[in-house]
């Protein structure tokens, strides 16, 4: 069992940087994939990024490629998603996920999801 949560949401003007966190907690997190997804409002939860329990294998959304870096710290139970050149469409409700599979981009393959954070950049 993986409880996850997450923090660091807020309002950014466009062009400005946030960094996301997500606790985990549980013994076992160095065995889980994790994944951030978001939702903006009246659209569907879509990927922004994932890694494998190890850090070796990373895979973004097209949208975020170059701009967003998602990285973890086993020791700290912590997976973190650096945003930076943010823009209005990224604003949305950031949600991290865990599963003990391999890093998918496929919402329905994380079991443990996380309350979801806030992110709104201004124009």
């Known amino acids: 069992q993986v409880q996850l949560v997450e923090s660091g949401g807020g309002l950014v003007q466009a062009g400005g940087s946030l960094r996301l966190s997500c606790a985990a907690s549980?013994?076992?997190?160095?065995?889980?994939?994790m994944g951030w997804f978001r939702q903006a409002p009246g659209k569907e939860r879509e990927f922004v990024a994932a890694?494998?329990?190890?850090?070796?294998?990373?895979h973004y959304a097209d949208s975020v490629k170059g701009r967003f870096t998602i990285s973890r710290d086993n020791s700290k139970n912590t997976v973190y998603l650096q945003m930076n050149s943010l823009k209005p469409e990224d604003t949305a409700v950031y949600y991290c996920?865990?599963?003990?599979?391999?890093?998918?981009?496929?919402?329905?393959?994380?079991?443990?999801w996380g309350q979801g954070t806030q992110v709104t950049v201004s124009s």
């Open positions: 890694l494998s329990w190890s850090g070796d294998t990373t």
């Open positions: 549980g013994r076992t997190f160095s065995y889980y994939a």
């Open positions: 996920a865990a599963d003990r599979g391999p890093p998918t981009l496929e919402p329905s393959s994380y079991g443990y």
